[in-house]
């Protein structure tokens, strides 16, 4: 277990992207026998093929022996994270105050609290496609010896005005916007008569930095991808191992479990799938999103490669209506510091095992799936026999606040979907807290699931 352990901190330091992590889950999945559909003309019992959805979000399918109209066993979890995107017109240099700063501007992505994201390192990683397609991977910052990136602050001294705001207040959007460089140029600076320093000269010296470097110009910036996240590997917290701190782990942590689960797995009678699904955090929006026909287009392409009778459209239904599925997405944990937020005794805590989550949603519910009573009672019978241990929480006190998960989208099909994953302390902070026991629960929880017939 211990291996898992380290295994996923490698995994979540080394994919801070959903590209990254799709990436990986396809390097992963092909150790594990998985092919890319497109490479496969008809699928059979024991066959395991993946779907890649424009490199940001993955559906892996391991055939099983049982009619596929009788439903699958279905893990789904979400590779996307808060963090900071560049804008299409990302560079600029500071033209008011002459500073010679240039800037990254950004607009954020997700649930965050702007204030954290000051004055602390960060990493530059993501694609720029070029016009004639050529793609150009960029990671900075996570490397000893590259740089890191870095929003400013303001000093203590000076931020009483600051400091009287609502923290919503604190830092603007618009002002998340993380410091590139400043070339200096003292000489030119001062020497006024040849008024050496232009603005715009500094910029300038980033874009050809960035051509000579990568090829690419400031035209090309407008196709790109580029994400700013915390610099830095995920690390043990306090003593005995027990405790991970790392960035993105809501809901890396769901996702790569899920995956170990899935590939690990053998073929059994129902059809086993895992979803890794993209934009979450925005609410599941766009083509690589669970509010998309993601799900049902990947099954359509499964029941078109197996030998099915009857209607296909209608197989696909079934299908999709019939099945089981664990949306994987993170609860919060319990916080002593902070009790009066939870309900007691219905909260999830570090190292009790994988969190039920029967509902989500806020202000009555909203929002969420409720999860049948007849598939919880399935899913803990699965588990007792198992000796997985998991609690039943929920996010917060009523009206507390709330959140959602992927779980609705799925029971859009008409298929039993639970909410069950890992609890994370410091949920959407660049550093968010997990309990090594609770993914191991985790990891096992999912396996048993995936083995129901
Ligand atoms: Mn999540
Ligand atoms: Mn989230």
Same mark, same amino acid.
């Given at each position: 277990m211990e291996r898992l352990i380290e295994n996923y901190m490698d995994f979540i330091s080394c994919n801070k992207t959903e590209r990254l992590c799709a990436e990986a889950s396809?390097?992963?999945?092909?150790?594990?026998?998985?092919?890319? %559909?497109?490479?496969? !003309?008809? +699928?059979? @019992?024991?066959?395991? $093929? &993946?779907? #890649?959805?424009?490199?940001?979000?993955?559906?892996?399918?391991?055939?099983?022996?049982?009619?596929?109209?009788?439903?699958?066993?279905?893990?789904?979890?979400?590779?996307?994270?808060?963090?900071?995107?560049?804008?299409?017109?990302?560079?600029?240099?500071?033209?008011?105050?002459?500073?010679?700063?240039?800037?990254?501007?950004t607009h954020y992505y997700g649930g965050i609290k702007k204030y954290q994201w000051l004055a602390t390192p960060l990493a530059l990683y993501g694609v720029v496609i070029k016009t004639d397609g050529t793609r150009v991977n960029i990671a900075i910052g996570d490397d000893p010896e590259d740089p890191v990136f870095c929003i400013s602050d303001i000093l203590p001294h000076i931020a009483q005005d600051?400091?009287?705001?609502?923290?919503?207040? %604190?830092?603007?959007? !618009?002002? +998340?916007? @993380?410091?590139?460089? $400043? &070339?200096? #140029?003292?000489?030119?600076?001062?020497?006024?008569?040849?008024a050496a320093y232009k603005i715009g000269d500094n910029k300038d010296k980033v874009m050809k930095f960035l051509d000579d470097k990568y090829g690419i110009n400031e035209e090309d910036l407008a196709s790109a991808e580029l994400e700013l996240v915390p610099a830095g590997k995920a690390r043990y917290l306090g003593f005995g191992k027990n405790l991970i701190l790392g960035y993105g782990q809501d809901d890396r942590v769901c996702a790569y479990t899920s995956l170990i689960a899935l590939a690990e797995g053998k073929a059994g009678k129902r059809t086993n799938c895992c979803i890794l699904s993209d934009k979450e955090e925005i609410g599941s929006a766009g083509a690589t999103g669970m509010n998309s026909h993601l799900l049902d287009n990947a099954v359509a392409e499964v029941v078109a490669r197996l030998d099915v009778k009857g209607n296909p459209e209608l197989v696909i239904r079934r299908a999709l209506a019939n099945s089981d599925m664990l949306s994987s997405d993170v609860n919060s944990a319990f916080d002593p510091l902070n009790a009066n937020l939870y309900d007691f005794y219905n909260s999830s805590f570090l190292g009790r095992g994988v969190v039920f989550n029967k509902y989500t949603g806020s202000a009555g519910k909203r929002g969420a799936s409720d999860a049948n009573p007849e598939f919880i009672a399935k899913v803990r019978n699965q588990l007792y026999k198992n000796d997985v241990y998991f609690q039943n929480a929920e996010l917060s006190k009523v009206d507390v606040g709330g959140g959602g998960t992927i779980a609705h989208y799925a029971a859009e099909y008409g298929m039993n979907v639970l909410d069950c994953g890992v609890s994370v302390m410091s949920m959407h902070a660049l550093w968010e807290v997990t309990s090594a026991y609770d993914i191991e629960q985790a990891y096992r929880c999912y396996k048993a699931f995936l083995e129901l017939e």
């Open positions: 396809v390097r992963i999945a092909e150790q594990n026998g998985y092919r890319n %559909i497109e490479d496969v !003309e008809s +699928l059979k @019992a024991g066959d395991k $093929v &993946y779907i #890649n959805k424009m490199g940001k979000s993955l559906i892996l399918f391991n055939i099983g022996t049982d009619d596929i109209s009788k439903g699958m066993n279905i893990l789904g979890a979400h590779i996307d994270s808060p963090r900071l995107d560049a804008k299409q017109s990302p560079i600029y240099e500071d033209r008011f105050y002459k500073s010679g700063i240039v800037y990254l501007n600051q400091m009287k705001k609502p923290a919503s207040e %604190i830092v603007e959007g !618009e002002k +998340l916007d @993380a410091i590139l460089t $400043v &070339y200096p #140029n003292v000489k030119d600076y001062h020497d006024k008569e040849k």
